[in-house]
């Protein structure tokens, strides 16, 4: 497959990783937060950790938009399901994250809600035209890789007047979030974790641009390095920062340059635009409200906005007592730390969303890790 | 969630659509997102859309980025 | 009006009829179904008693009483008709090949099928040609079968359960607590073929050339295999849940642990590209036409050997070996030169795959 056996080579796996070995400094650590969940699925997928020296540590970020969802609003796509009776679509990663009651999407889905597993907004617009009597909303989860496909699907169904089909918008924005972890820090509270550098987000970087990132550098002082979706590129990526940390730089460096520009890509930033505007607020799972961090639709849409086109309001819901999912989303835990890991919480009877999403540093961490730190 | 593919444009079709490749498998996806794409372009592929297009020149430096050539075409260590 | 003939029986009407309630209900319909349906595509001598029950001849191999072995499906298959194969062809290699990883000969399959009222007869016959031509082919005769319908809408289209019985010479004993560290771990060929086949089918992809299921009984290339007096400790056929559930249910039943090269394991480069589309791990995904075989280290060339020469063992590779562990763990050390551990699949990724 071209772009992407080359950047699996483990032929130059090994080389990177002397690079890596001899540029670090011995007895010094290096703490990086990979912020995409995706890499944080490439790093256990391929082992990379087995080919880092010791002292350079990967920090889990909450780049996993399954995992930042509060229960709160997957209860509203629930109750829009089971109790108002619409279908529901949604992509499969959300199906079993767990909600309120001990339910959640699937097991809503074995109680009699038509909810449906679409592999695109495509697939959604599709029900909605086969269902014309019935009310279809589609669930939209994810960064701003995910988000242009949904103000499309919205603008596409105005120009269809396809008057059953609505969103129910979770979209929410990383650099906010990265502001809300490296402000925490700054601050000195205690619960959050020094991080030495970040690797950029692959997907969201190729839409949004390298340009959002800037303010990590100069504002906060901490490297960046934007990262390709292979386990070639992270590893690049890590040496990257490693000499970056080493020269005292603080820059923005794009090692996926094939595919991210400074600007991104403006054709879908200016769909967004006209079909999302700002939430003052958003809950994420684990870090708690953060100020400007998600979408809502445009008054121009409201048709189209689930929110305000059924009666369900967002009704906060604390985490399971145990679930440790808050300080594993911002690095200040490893999910062996958490006390349920692998015994109450494993990928079959998930607690907290860090075990659903196959992105979700637990879920990694059990499917292909889980040996680590046992003989 | 954050799955995306680069795969080749290999067909244009009407509306924004297009049938891409990926080692002899082909599907339908939207070129919407993105303007001036043509057959033999490489895209990446996100739930159904095309984000970007992938620069094959970017591509070709990265792999001699990995294999340690320098701006001289040199192997440094 | 003309003569009509005495004992004359309209036939069903096979090209544009469908199954109604009448045709499970044990009457004269229902046998019409079956004579002029089942027993005639699937007929032999067994079938032909015509009784609650067959009477079979008791279990002998090589002249001598062996052990029966016994197994069971149930094929719920969607879609129905899938490239490469369908449900009929599906239910008798499952159900074979069940029966011979075991170290049996297959004997005998028996078949119940559950109909959907209005199922069209059309695709009946489709299935059940194809059933008796898998079944002529392995030469496994249908010897029971049972038919049930089920109002509209209570089943979907068609399942069909088979049951089959082998025979089991009295020194063998393979078993999946049997593997021992230092063993080897072999797979018979390509894997994720099956899955990749069904789901392409639902999810509309296209392919250059088409990725059909690998559904095949494999009873053959097993004889050939034991054939050998390689010291084979257990055989399995990796269906739901993919080489993943297969080895760690092997790793959980002998208590041992497994270290696979991810580069050995055989994937077709158009079922690897297809599972990077649906965002799919080959190792997860359904085969029907493969086996794994563990067996002592010394051994392992040697079989290899012979299941290559087999055409349904022609990619067959040594992927890994059985080591010591005391958490069960089967682990791989990736192409790209890490290790991560290769778990049973949480959840149903591929619902109705079998």
Redesign the interface.
């Known amino acids: 497959?071209?772009?992407?056996d080359?950047?699996?080579d483990?032929g130059?796996?090994?080389?990177?990783?002397g690079?890596i070995a001899?540029a670090v400094e011995p007895g010094r650590s290096y703490r990086f937060m990979e912020f995409?969940?995706?890499h944080t699925?490439a790093i256990?997928?391929?082992?990379?950790?087995?080919?880092l020296p010791r002292n350079v540590r990967m920090v889990h970020g909450p780049?996993?938009?399954?995992c930042v969802l509060p229960i709160g609003r997957i209860d509203m796509a629930i109750d829009l399901a089971l109790k108002q009776g619409v279908i529901l679509c949604t992509?499969g990663?959300t199906?079993?994250v767990p909600a309120s009651g001990g339910l959640s999407l699937?097991k809503a889905k074995a109680r009699g809600a038509d909810i449906r597993m679409v592999?695109?907004?495509?697939?959604a617009l599709q029900v909605a035209r086969g269902n014309p009597q019935r009310e279809v909303v589609f669930l939209a989860?994810?960064f701003e890789?995910?988000t242009?496909?949904t103000a499309?699907a919205i603008q596409q169904a105005q120009r269809e007047q396809l008057g059953n089909f609505s969103v129910l918008c979770c979209h929410v924005l990383t650099p906010a979030a990265i502001r809300h972890i490296l402000q925490s820090a700054g601050l000195g509270q205690a619960d959050t974790v020094p991080i030495d550098g970040f690797i950029g987000?692959?997907?969201v970087s190729?839409?949004i641009g390298s340009r959002p990132y800037e303010f990590v550098a100069g504002e906060y002082r901490k490297p960046v390095v934007i990262a390709?979706?292979e386990?070639?590129?992270v590893m690049?990526a890590i040496l990257m920062l490693v000499r970056q940390v080493n020269e005292g730089r603080t820059e923005v460096e794009n090692?996926?340059?094939?595919?991210?520009s400074r600007e991104g890509?403006l054709?879908?930033q200016d769909?967004v635009a006209e079909v999302f505007e700002l939430r003052r607020e958003f809950e994420w799972r684990g870090l708690s409200v953060v100020p400007d961090s998600a979408l809502k639709i445009r008054g121009k849409y409201a048709a189209f906005d689930a929110e305000r086109r059924f009666s369900i309001d967002y009704r906060s819901v604390p985490d399971n007592e145990a679930c440790e999912c808050g300080a594993i989303l911002r690095g200040v835990k490893r999910p062996q730390e958490c006390r349920i890991f692998g015994t109450v919480c494993?990928?079959?009877n998930p607690v907290g969303s860090c075990m659903v999403?196959s992105?979700g540093a637990c879920?990694a961490h059990?499917?292909?890790?889980?040996?680590r730190g046992?003989h | 969630m954050c799955l995306a593919l680069p795969v080749k444009v290999i067909e244009l079709g009407a509306g924004d659509m297009a049938i891409v490749d990926l080692d002899g498998v082909r599907r339908e996806i939207s070129l919407a997102l993105l303007d001036d794409v043509n057959v033999g372009d490489y895209v990446i592929l996100h739930v159904g859309y095309a984000l970007s297009k992938l620069d094959p020149d970017e591509a070709e430096k990265t792999l001699a980025l990995f294999a340690g050539m320098n701006e001289a075409g040199l192997v440094t260590p | 009006m003309g003569e009509i003939k005495r004992g004359y029986v309209r036939p069903l009407d096979l090209r544009h009829g469908r199954v109604d309630l009448t045709h499970g209900s044990g009457g004269r319909a229902m046998l019409q179904l079956i004579s002029e349906l089942f027993a005639r595509h699937l007929g032999n001598a067994y079938l032909g008693q015509g009784n609650d029950g067959a009477v079979l001849p008791a279990p002998v191999i090589s002249g001598r009483p062996g052990r029966i072995v016994m197994s069971t499906d149930c094929h719920v298959v969607s879609p129905l008709f899938f490239p490469g194969g369908d449900i009929g062809c599906l239910s008798v290699h499952g159900t074979v090949n069940d029966v011979a990883v075991m170290g049996a000969t297959p004997l005998y399959l028996a078949a119940g099928f559950t109909l959907e009222e209005g199922f069209p007869l059309a695709d009946l016959v489709r299935i059940v040609e194809s059933m008796a031509h898998a079944a002529r082919e392995a030469g496994v005769p249908v010897v029971a079968g049972d038919t049930k319908v089920v109002e509209r809408g209570k089943g979907d289209g068609v399942f069909i359960t088979t049951t089959g019985v082998g025979v089991l010479p009295d020194d063998m004993a393979l078993g999946g607590s049997r593997a021992r560290p230092g063993d080897a771990v072999l797979v018979s060929g390509s894997i994720g073929d099956h899955g990749v086949a069904i789901m392409s089918k639902r999810e509309n992809l296209a392919f250059d050339a088409p990725i059909e299921s690998d559904t095949a009984a494999l009873h053959r290339l097993i004889a050939a295999m034991l054939e050998t007096r390689a010291d084979i400790r257990c055989m399995r056929d990796p269906t739901r849940g993919g080489l993943a559930a297969t080895l760690n249910e092997i790793a959980g039943q002998s208590g041992v642990g497994m270290m696979l090269q991810e580069k050995a394991i055989p994937v077709k480069p158009v079922v690897a590209a297809a599972c990077e589309l649906l965002g799919l791990d080959p190792l997860n995904v359904a085969n029907e036409g493969k086996l794994v075989a563990i067996c002592a280290a010394a051994d392992a060339a040697r079989l290899l050997a012979a299941m290559r020469v087999h055409p349904l063992g022609r990619d067959a590779a040594m992927i890994g070996e059985v080591t010591a562990d005391d958490h069960r763990f089967v682990q791989l050390t990736t192409a790209f030169g890490g290790r991560r551990i290769v778990d049973w699949l949480a959840g149903d990724q591929l619902p109705r795959i079998c």
């Open positions: 497959m071209k772009y992407i080359e950047f699996r483990g130059v796996a090994k080389t990177l990783a690079r001899s995409c969940g995706g699925h256990s997928r391929y082992g990379l950790s087995d080919l780049g996993c938009p399954v992509y990663d199906l079993r699937m592999y695109s907004t495509l697939d989860i994810g890789t995910t242009p496909p499309l987000p692959a997907h190729t839409v390709g979706f386990p070639l590129d690049q090692e996926f340059s094939r595919a991210v890509n054709k879908a769909r494993t990928p079959e999403s992105e879920a059990y499917s292909y890790g889980r040996y046992l």
